[in-house]
């Protein structure tokens, strides 16, 4: 976590909405922390790790605590994260599900409102299209952040497709709703 607060990244951005997208799951839980609206800046991104070793309780309360520290530290407008994907393994899916509770049971006791969205929604949003490949996901991640290199680890890059997923959503409701 680069620790930018929060006060001194509105003033530099010029931007006061703040979005934390999540890329859930018990071993990794992917974070991403972008600013803006229009033009979008990368404030934050990273992992929580948890060790397999931990008994899960303990490792839902790590990251639980983990994801409160963040809320806490950059006081997002919303929380965004990834609709639980059933495939083939139903163990992965269900660990999926436990950390994407404990995302969301974070961010309402802080009262910061949380949206949801496809893999299809994401790969749509952020790429234009809905069966883009992780590496078309990750380029344009780091194109639509201005990087010069894709964000590392890849549930990094996944947490800001997701928070990019969210901004680019909302600018088409936006234009659509006429507001």
């Given at each position: ?28 839980l992917g ?6 609206e ?6 934050d ?20 605590s983990?994801?409160?520290?963040l809320?806490?530290?950059?006081h997002?407008?919303t ?7 059933f495939?083939?393994n139903?163990?992965?899916a ?6 994407r ?5 974070a ?10 969205y496809?893999?299809?929604q994401?790969?749509q ?9 992780k590496?078309?996901?990750?380029e344009?991640v780091?194109?639509?952040?201005g ?9 990094a ?12 959503t909302a ?9």
């Amino acid at each position: 976590m680069l620790g930018t607060p929060v006060d001194w990244v509105a003033k530099v951005t010029g931007e006061s909405s703040i979005t934390l997208g999540v890329d859930p799951g018990t071993a990794l839980l992917g974070y991403g922390v972008i600013a803006g609206e229009d033009a979008l800046r990368l404030i934050d991104f990273g992992v929580l790790e948890t060790t397999p070793d931990e008994p899960m309780p303990n490792r839902l309360q790590f990251l639980y605590s983990g994801v409160c520290r963040l809320i806490q530290a950059y006081h997002p407008d919303t929380v965004v994260v990834e609709q639980l994907f059933f495939a083939r393994n139903v163990t992965t899916a269900l660990a999926v599900g436990q950390a994407r509770g404990v995302v969301m049971l974070a961010a309402a006791q802080a009262g910061v409102p949380v949206n949801e969205y496809t893999p299809a929604q994401v790969k749509q949003a952020v790429s234009g299209y809905g069966r883009a490949n992780k590496g078309q996901m990750q380029e344009m991640v780091r194109i639509l952040l201005g990087l010069e290199d894709i964000p590392r680890p890849d549930d990094a890059a996944d947490a800001l497709a997701v928070a990019l997923c969210h901004v680019q959503t909302a600018r088409f409701r936006q234009a659509v709703d006429g507001r």
